[in-house]
């Protein structure tokens, strides 16, 4: 690539058939002196054309069509500029490629500014551009009206994409030129209506590299922290003054118009006067004739908002006492045909006590009822020492006969048994008879074990009997009467019973003086049974 650029100085080169050749050149002057120039490579001769070139045309201006553009793999662009009588090739050279204003197309007039050289190689002459331009309004036209088809065709002017705007940001976002008059529209216009903190992020409205610079601007207030220690805005502006088509064609680039779609926070695009449309109108959620106009829709005014407020406190205000004032009086209905609550609690409170004091009557009776039947139960009752009597006899009657039937039937049966084996057949009844007599026995123990006084004892109790051994009550106990106390670990005491002094007053019923017992004889241990209970327990 160096060698487009590289401008060799020729080689001095002597002719070596110039001596040979003077005899035949010397009645021809002219001839002779072709005959005596140097001759130069082809290397030299395209060499002093491209320095001749490159002297000549070091800065133009070509207005052409674009044809035949390439995009090389390198990012260079290869296209060519023509008019109705010549063709002249391009080059673009990819660090100046990234730098354009816009998408060169085919068929689109252009005006490129750049330097006139040529590529030896081909023996051909090319302009080498650094910059371009659209030429024409019309141009300029049709490259928006195909840029805002295919842009439309993605999807980014669609209206499900649009946001609402925020009815009272705190922090508004501004894109536009910190010098213009548009940023001190907008503030003088937000301070009538209704102060908010602003933060202005500086571009170019126009020009090389303003587009650029306004889409960083809408992702760097994008990209934002909302606690950052720069807050970041609840709404967008991004704003320019009127100018021609030219003017405001940076907010026509594809990268602001993506920028604008893609913002996450809502946008108002207020690009040139009433009149201008750009294509960043259709991607921002919503469109400001003029950038005071996009304040204007940024906030409220305070003043409206403060009297609305305090007009619709009086309605609710009105509306809270009226609705008090019906709901008192049907309140005041309602309770007319009601009974007094007082009453009813006290109604209530009494059916509760009287449903309490039956209760507790209830149950008084229910435990002497049941206590009554419990006695009842008890009298009824045979004595166990009745019963275990009873037992014994039977028994011995029954082992009585056995013995004797015994003796009467084995001597005739014996060859019977001894055949049918009787004999085993027999024991086995027999130990059969006598484990149900055992139970039964067994059984008639319990019975005895839960009626006997002995658990009456172990419950703290103690049974007192006279000289003869019979029970005695409170009332056969006298004065020096003879007492044997048992106690339930079979413990006996001896004592003499005392009659005590009256406790009774005057006008008074006398009740009988409580015995007092004095200890003869110290506890002592019974080393017998109990011979009532008789030889089973």
Known sequence: MNDLFSTPQPKKTASKSAPSKSADTRGNPAEA?????????????????????????????VRGEISGLKRAASGHIYMSLKDE??????????????????????GLEVIVTGRITSYPGRSNYQIVIDSMEIAGEGALLKLLEERKKKLASEGLFSDERKRA???????????????????????????????RHVLVWPVLVQGEGAAEQIARAIDGFNALDPNGDIPRPDTLIVARGGGSLEDLWAFNEEVVVRAAANSKIPLISAVGHETDTTLIDFASDRRAPTPTA?????????????????????????GANRLMGERRMQIEALARGLPDP????????QRLDDRVERMRNAMKGYLRH??????????????????????????????????????????????????????????????LRLERAKNEITSL???????????????????????DG????????????????????????????????????AGTTSQPAPKKIQKKTQKKKSDTTDTAQGSLL
């Not at 705190?170 to 003088?188: F, L, N, Y």
């Open 33 to 61: 002196r072709g005959n005596n120039a140097p001759a130069l490579s082809v290397s030299e001769i395209s060499n002093s054309i491209k320095r001749e070139l490159e002297t000549r045309f070091d800065r133009v201006r």
């Open 85 to 106: 009588n010549a063709v002249l090739s391009v080059i673009c050279w990819r660090g100046q490629a990234s730098k354009l204003a816009f998408d060169p197309q085919d």
């Open 165 to 195: 705007i925020p009815f009272l940001p705190e922090v508004i976002g501004v894109v536009t030129s910190p010098t213009g008059a548009v940023i001190r529209d907008i503030m003088h216009r937000l301070s009538d209506r209704f102060p």
């Open 294 to 318: 996009a304040a204007e829709m940024a906030v409220p005014v305070r003043a409206e908002l403060i009297g609305e407020v305090q007009n619709i406190g009086r309605r609710i205000y009105a």
């Open 342 to 349: 007082r009453r009813l609690i006290e109604e209530k409170t």
């Open 370 to 431: 049941q206590t009554s039947e419990l006695s009842e139960l008890s009298a009824r009752l045979p004595h166990p020492k009745q019963q275990i009597l009873l037992a014994s006899h039977q028994l011995s009657s029954l082992s009585d006969r056995f013995e004797g039937v015994g003796d009467q039937i084995v001597p005739v049966r014996q060859f019977e048994m001894d055949k049918l084996d009787s004999g085993r057949r027999m024991a086995s009844a027999t130990a």
């Open 445 to 467: 123990d319990r019975v005895l074990e839960g009626v006997s006084y002995k658990n009456v004892l172990k419950r703290g109790f103690s049974v007192v009997r006279g000289a």
């Open 470 to 505: 019979n029970v005695l009550t409170a009332a056969d106990i006298g004065d020096g009467t003879k007492l044997d106390i048992e106690f339930a670990d079979n413990a006996f005491i001896q004592a003499i019973a005392n009659e005590g002094e009256e406790g009774g007053t």
